[in-house]
């Protein structure tokens, strides 16, 4: 596979070929026997939640940058007014969205050289060997070299970060498959066609709804378009910096200097660098995205009691999420494009990370956060946010008795806060768990032995409701005096 990969790309300059690499046994079928013979079907993967170990994770910085996206989600919300649906997010994102990165715990990316542990795959296999990759493949990955084969000068751009993925964080990267689809996915869907539905891409759509295709299997797709999407923003960024270089005034005194060459910032993202992705896979994300969601919950999903876990796999196709543009992009009523398209996977996700956000560890929490936070935020009132996993965190946890429950009453209060903020108070305070809502919130505020932490936020979380309730004239009198008078009291 790895063979017939690098010698489409190197050869071939008709994207049907790369299809037909692709292709299951009729037109439009997904590939089952491809994945079959790369995969075992059968095969397990763990995924790290809250573990130190693996490349991709920069805790160190976390909190500073998790804190500044949120400044900057609430000074857009105090620029438009309450229930805009946040517009101005388009004008941030040129540095929240360039902060987000798939790595373990992270928003981040470094510099243009990343940290210290994003190596090339066979850097990375030669230090620190990768688990043993399942399926029959043998091939080595050292086939695709650290550099590149011969190119004419119109790939260029596609070589300008070599035959490399990223990062390698577990067995779905280590495996010996996975560069040669991803480079087979990048060429192909970016070479030129008359059909658009000529393109590898919809090879991989059709393996994601397939009901044959392995668990494994598409939790390795997922991950192929992660390292897709990876690529194309190291790329965008590489480019930019050397556009950045190639204008630089020359003088004809060879000791002269030019202007100052901009360079990147401590977060590691250029001022002119590209926020969203210009991947095939972002042009089509309304039809990617419901069933990538899918994926995830099933990635993430828990049994009993245990409510599922936010791990480095749902980090990363979030990241990816946030990239594609198109399932933010609003019309001038004020309602996504398409809506009717992704509405049900959005409310999916966003009860999803809801009830798995939860962490004993605050830096890692404060990242889940955040990851809901751009949600949100971007998306505004255009999705409803589920009211289930707040209610879950505030009234299913006993009020005292450990740090860990009071973290969980802070992370719910937070959801809600979130809510009521990005353009959801209407929703929250008409849907049938309302007075739910209020009796959790004024529990909170009426306990004795709360924390200054815990009644900073659901003061905040009262302040909210009782703004929008007298700003819309609606009765609740008794749940707003009592609201009132606990929290001023206080």
Known sequence: FATVSALLISTQRNP?????????????????????????????????VDSMEGPGEHLSRTASIVTALKDQLLAGKKSVGEGSGLRTLDVAQSTLSAKI???????????????KDKQDVTDSVAE???????????????????????????QSEFEVLGRKLMHV???????????????????GSSLSCADPQDLPIWQVLASLKSPVVSRYAKLFLCKAIVHVELRDRERSQRLAQMASLDSLPTSGDPNSGGDPMEVDGEDGDSADAPERSSSAFSKHAHEFFPPMVDIIVDASAGDGSNPGEFNSFV??????????????????????RFGDEIEEASVKLLGQLGRVGFSNRADVLRINSGYIQMFVGQWGAAIPFPVEPILTQL?????????????????????????LK???????????????????????????????RMARHAGEAAGQILHHLSKNGQPLAQT???LTQTYWSR
């Not at 980090?315 to 996504?336: D, Q």
């Not at 008409?430 to 004795?448: F, G, H, M, N, T």
């Open 101 to 115: 990165a798939p790595s373990q715990y992270s928003l981040v990316e470094d510099g243009e050289d990343g940290p």
């Open 169 to 187: 964080e577990d067995q779905l990267d280590a495996n010996n498959a996975m560069l040669a689809l991803v480079l087979l996915l990048e060429r």
């Open 422 to 452: 990005y353009g959801h108070a209407e929703q929250m305070l008409s849907s049938p768990q309302a007075e739910d809502l209020w009796k959790a919130v004024l529990r909170i505020l009426s306990s004795p032995k709360i924390g200054s």
């Open 480 to 482: 707003r005096l009592a």
């Open 128 to 154: 620190n060997p990768p688990p043993k990759a399942e399926g029959p493949v043998d091939t080595s990955m050292e086939i695709w070299g650290s550099g590149s084969l011969n190119m004419s000068g119109s």
């Open 395 to 419: 009234t299913q946890t006993p009020l005292h008795g450990s740090n860990v429950n009071d973290r969980r009453h802070v992370y719910g209060l937070s959801l809600l806060c979130y809510a």
């Open 16 to 48: 049907k070929f790369f299809t037909l690499a692709l292709q299951g046994a009729t037109k439009g079928a997904a590939p089952v026997q491809l994945w079959t013979a790369l995969l075992d079907p059968y095969a397990t993967i763990s995924f790290s």
């Open 315 to 336: 980090r990363s196709v979030c990241f990816v999420f946030l990239r594609w543009a198109l399932l933010f992009e609003k019309t001038a009523a004020g309602r996504l």
